[in-house]
């Protein structure tokens, strides 16, 4: 049973990893070019239109995916179930967001954002179509059909955004590069698997999913609203340049850091799910989990941080270096992502829906107390003030956990802590060597490479155990 689980795990990751990696290397490199041919203004007007579809798409979901993952014995019925509703809020909040979308325009002084929703905001029932599809695949922990549709689809919409913003379209070039990925990505999700809707429906089986997917939709609305909460205040109070450099700067710290955490979170939501009753063995696997993220991406993030003037002027152009100061920043604060998801997952998989949103209340609330004290003094300190937020957030995400299974902040730092310590110590070499040298080329190639000979060399000297079970699993694969 060990043994498959580890095997199902590993195998899981694999293929987690290339579908994450793959898809958002495309994207990445898609974006870069999109970049360099647009304008900051450009991805600030379409990041003013985030937080709109992101709390829809939160609505979508309303945690049914999480539930059907979590439910042991699924029926057909559930599957059904979940499938009808998020179909019916899907239009039900599109018409909502067209009728709205000249509200929005006023609300930003930007009248060409009325027509600029109402498009790009039908990306919400072409998620609605695919949620059941990638629940029932995540749940026999096939990312490899994932991989392929998401793949496919960010190659054809990569295409498609590159030839509208080299020919002039400006914003409609991010808008339907937007738009063609997602309802790509879906109709190849209903291509690729065998499951189909049946004329089911049952108010008791959509009770029993929502009496724990409602808290899930709680949470994830609160956290939706305040990660998005950035734009609407930088879209509002600053420019559109200044909220496009602030978007680029989050995607580059993104980039890692969330692919990393949703590689780990995906496999091992639903493979810690099957052992949920056995506190001992979740707390040995999900300690060497928390271990390997912190040993991954500590030093990816802290090493981006040091190079991040370099890295984005020679990717962009010099109309996007105020987002190389930012990308410094928030990569301090991006780096504990994984660590706050691994730690809120455990209470899904405890079915302690009710803790994940008194958790998701308290740390919006600080939060929120923390953004409002720093709009007045500017971008840069705003940006200052949510690494406070994201380690602050870490004491009282590890709380419950402590409670649960015994792994509360302390525990968790001094498993963390070699890594940390490590990471910083490689910051700081970094960071020295980008001031010895003028040309950017030189900063990020010597900087990049003596950070990872520094990491590494020193991770092998001291005997890290996550790096022998990454070069284990690399081995077996």
């Not at 689980?5 to 195998?11: E, G, M, S």
């Not at 939706?224 to 600053?238: A, E, H, S, T």
């Not at 609330?365 to 940006?383: D, F, Q, S, W």
């Not at 957030?393 to 490590?422: A, C, E, H, W």
Request: glycine share 6%; proline share 3%; net charge positive.
């Amino acid at each position: 049973m060990a043994d498959s689980l580890k095997h199902t795990t590993t195998r899981g990751i694999l293929w987690s990893g290339i579908e994450r990696f793959s898809v958002q290397g495309v994207q990445f490199l898609v974006m870069i070019v999109m970049a360099r041919l647009l304008s900051p203004k450009d991805y600030g007007l379409i990041g003013m239109l985030t937080v709109f579809i992101a709390v829809s798409q939160s609505l979508i979901d309303s945690g049914f995916s999480q539930a059907l993952i979590r439910k042991q014995e699924r029926t057909e019925t559930d599957n059904c179930t979940v499938f009808y509703f998020n179909i019916a809020i899907g239009f039900l909040l599109y018409w909502l967001l067209f009728a709205l979308a000249p509200l929005a325009a006023t609300f930003y002084e930007s009248p060409e954002l009325t027509s600029l929703m109402r498009v790009v905001c039908v990306s919400v029932i072409f998620n609605s179509f695919a949620v059941v599809q990638r629940a029932l695949l995540t749940v026999s922990i096939d990312f490899k059909t994932q991989a392929k549709a998401a793949l496919s689809a960010a190659v054809v919409s990569g295409i498609v955004g590159i030839c509208m913003a080299y020919y002039g379209y400006g914003y409609w070039s991010i808008a339907v590069q937007q738009l063609t990925n997602l309802g790509l990505n879906s109709l190849l999700l209903w291509v690729l698997t065998r499951w189909r809707p049946k004329l089911i429906y049952s108010w008791s089986s959509f009770r029993a999913l929502f009496a724990f997917g409602s808290k899930l939709l709680c949470s994830g609305l609160l956290d939706v609203v305040y990660r998005n909460m950035y734009l609407l205040v930088i879209g509002k109070v600053f420019t559109a340049s200044s909220l496009g450099n602030y978007t680029r700067a989050h995607q580059f710290a993104e980039f890692p850091s969330s692919n990393l955490t949703g590689i780990m979170q995906r496999v091992t939501y639903p493979v810690l799910c099957r052992i949920q009753d056995d506190d001992e063995r979740l707390s040995q696997i999900y300690r060497r989990f928390l271990k390997v993220s912190a040993f991954l991406i500590f030093p990816l993030l802290l090493g981006l941080s040091a190079v991040a003037k370099p890295f984005v002027l020679l990717l962009l152009k010099e109309q996007w270096m105020f987002a190389g100061t930012l990308l410094q920043i928030i990569c301090f604060a991006m780096m504990w992502y994984p660590i706050h998801a691994i730690n809120l997952n455990l209470l899904q998989v405890k079915g302690r829906s009710d803790l994940f949103l008194r958790l998701e209340i308290i740390k919006k609330v600080i939060a929120v107390v923390v953004l409002c004290v720093t709009i007045p003094m500017g971008l840069v300190p705003m940006c200052v003030g949510q690494i406070f937020t994201s380690f602050l957030s870490l004491v009282i995400n590890t709380y419950y956990t402590g409670k649960l299974i015994r792994i509360g902040f302390l525990r968790q730092m001094r498993d963390l802590l070699p890594s940390l310590l490590l990471s910083l110590s490689m910051w700081a070499i970094v960071y020295a060597v980008t001031t010895v040298f003028s040309d950017s080329w030189m900063q990020l190639l010597i900087g990049a490479s003596v950070g990872a000979v520094y990491y590494i060399g020193l991770s092998y000297l001291f005997k890290f155990s996550e790096l022998d079970e990454l070069i284990s699993i690399v081995r077996k694969k």
